[in-house]
């Protein structure tokens, strides 16, 4: 897959730009790409029954397949996107899920017209894409007590620095409760297009903003 051994942010731009038409019907049913499912269920676990019901923010949001599966699960707040990629942003526009649709880059600071009860992200955390540097400027953009749910692939979680980030954040008291929940993010049908990324898992920080 070649979207994990992306070098620059204006590679990315432009594997996006060529990925934006088929990611849905060709990747994501092909290799039967299931992390936005977990991420939406560990995100709504994770609220539990508490009164917020959004807005929430979908960090690199691509197709918009996590806010389709949180609509699937029942989720009614608002949804907003956050995505570099204009072409990503496009097919977001196509599906009609998002009550706003934000072009922005969350390696840097984010400047957004509201702030978000909940946070949530699948497959953006990964190799050749974002790294840990991003999580102070989503947390910018966050309520107090914010619930987020972001998936981290786990072949950067170590290497990328993931792991001292999350307990920095956490020993300054930025975040709390912070729970890790391992996921598959692809099913059995993987295999047989990309064995080498097939067996690929990742964790799914689960926490709250301070
Ligand atoms: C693998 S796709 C995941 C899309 C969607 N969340 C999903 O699970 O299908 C990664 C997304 O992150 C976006 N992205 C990569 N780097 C970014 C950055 N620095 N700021 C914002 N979005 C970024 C890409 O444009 C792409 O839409």
Redesign the pocket.
Known sequence: MG?LGLIS?ED??AY?RAWAAT?DGGF?ADMD?R??AHVAAAFLGAKGQGPELGPVL??????G??AERLRDMGFQGDIDA????PD?LGREREKGIYSGLHQ????KAIALPRAYHGVV????F?AG??GPG?LPNLLAVALPGAVFALSINLRVWTGAGFDRAMQDLADKGKIHDLQLIEAQVFCAAAASVDADHAGDRAAIAVFRAD
């Open positions: 979207a942010p990315c731009l996006y990611y994501a790409y992390l936005p979908d960090v690199g949001a691509g197709t397949l996590l956050a995505d570099f990629s990503m922005v880059d969350v390696t992200s699948s497959g953006t990964t894409h974002v991003a």
